[in-house]
């Protein structure tokens, strides 16, 4: 059975359907999935949009090994992508989706959610919270650089 990794950074709009049918496999029992969206609010402060900035080669090489490593992890997976949005992702707009394909559901579900925590962590992908004027907080607006870091 020939496996498929897909790895994609884009500009353009994600669409979790089209992602989703991307790993559509016959031996597949489920398709796992996660879509990270802009939420309106950090820390009390009005999000107006994020703005994603990579360097995509090394992303992309990272996003692949994140793959490679998942499959030595999960043996159950088929096909496994990942797609994140770089530019302007404002809020309800979905900023990044993974989705994973394998013949029972919990191994997909737990490769979904190490591969989601993993990304956030090690890939070269750069995220600025741009804030609204006048939010909750009595601020003027203005954007701060956030840095990947490890989960809580």
């Excluded at 498929?4 to 559509?24: F, G, W």
């Excluded at 309106?40 to 999000?47: A, L, R, T």
């Amino acid at each position: 059975m020939a496996m498929k990794d897909i790895v994609k950074i884009t500009a353009d709009t994600i669409s979790l359907d089209e992602i989703a049918k991307s790993v559509q496999d016959p031996k597949a029992g489920a398709i796992s999935t996660f879509s990270g969206t802009t939420r309106d609010n950090f820390e009390d402060k009005v999000v107006k949009t994020l703005a994603y900035e990579a360097y995509i080669p090394m992303a992309e090489k990272s996003m692949k090994s994140l793959i490679t490593a998942a499959r030595s992890k999960w043996d159950d997976l088929i096909h496994v992508a990942i797609v994140h949005k770089i530019g302007d992702c404002p809020v309800g707009e979905t900023s990044v989706v993974i989705a994973v394909s394998s013949g029972h559901r919990q191994q997909g579900l737990e490769a979904v959610h190490w591969l989601i925590d993993e990304l956030k962590v090690q890939v070269p992908i750069w995220k600025k919270e741009v804030y609204a004027t006048g939010g909750p907080d009595g601020s003027d607006g203005g954007e701060v650089w956030k840095a990947n870091s490890s989960l809580p």
